[in-house]
């Protein structure tokens, strides 16, 4: 298994403020959860079958789902994922643009996957429909870009194309296994599907724009 655990930013233009911004917040959010308890997380859940049959003004917790998550873990991995692969998106699209694009790939990632099983009541929250938006447009804008992986017990060099493509290869047959599994609780691999494809397309118009030169990285001096 590769494991993310950094990449090369010297081409990186400006403090990615947006990405440490949005960490923050859903580290905010998280402790925020640990203290008024499971009822909390889940009347700001995404609850398709809840979403659905409700007012419009209920469908506010599609953008209060986005900041919340549901274990140590779950948060951990997400924040990773963010804080590797944001700030060079963030770089490439501007500030107020990434705001945009991260919110909108969250709304689509979460549509994807009540439309696949509209009728479930298990609640739906997590930031990773969203990065995995900005995880398509890292692939779309730094497809050669070196992503430091720990492989074992060493930390190898790997161009962002093979790391971003086997994780999307992961999630697009869980997203098959789950549909055949409605119902169950587990990971929202639609989502994650939804919100990926969301990441690429909105990424295109910006892929003749500056690129960083993958051929300067050099793993063993600046991490």
Not at 48 to 60: A, E, G, M
Not at 145 to 154: A, T
Not at 186 to 201: I, K, P, S, T
Request: contains cysteine; proline residues 5%.
């Amino acid at each position: 298994m590769l494991l993310p655990i950094g990449d090369d930013n010297r081409d990186r233009r400006g403090v990615p403020f947006v990405t440490y911004l949005l960490i923050g917040l859903n580290v905010l959010v998280f402790l925020g959860q640990l203290s008024f308890g499971d009822s909390f997380t889940i009347d700001w859940s995404v609850v398709p079958r809840r979403l659905l049959d409700s007012p419009l003004t209920d469908w506010v917790t599609i953008f209060s789902a986005m900041f919340m998550h549901a274990g140590l873990a779950h948060i951990g991995g997400n924040m990773l994922y963010l804080w590797i692969f944001g700030d060079n998106v963030e770089d490439r699209l501007g500030t107020w643009l990434f705001v945009v694009f991260y919110l909108a790939c969250g709304v689509i990632a979460t549509i994807a996957q009540v439309v696949v099983d509209p009728s479930s009541t298990i609640p739906n929250l997590g930031a990773s429909g969203a990065i995995a938006g900005v995880l398509g447009a890292y692939l779309v804008l730094y497809p050669q870009q070196r992503v430091l992986v720990l492989f074992g017990y060493r930390t190898i060099p790997v161009p962002a194309v093979i790391v971003i493509g086997l994780w999307f290869v992961l999630q697009l047959f869980g997203g098959v296994g789950q549909l055949s599994a409605a119902g169950e609780g587990g990971v929202a691999y639609m989502a994650h599907l939804g919100g990926f494809v969301a990441g690429v397309v909105g990424a295109l118009p910006f892929r003749a724009t500056r690129r960083a030169d993958p051929q300067r990285f050099d793993p063993y001096r600046r991490w």
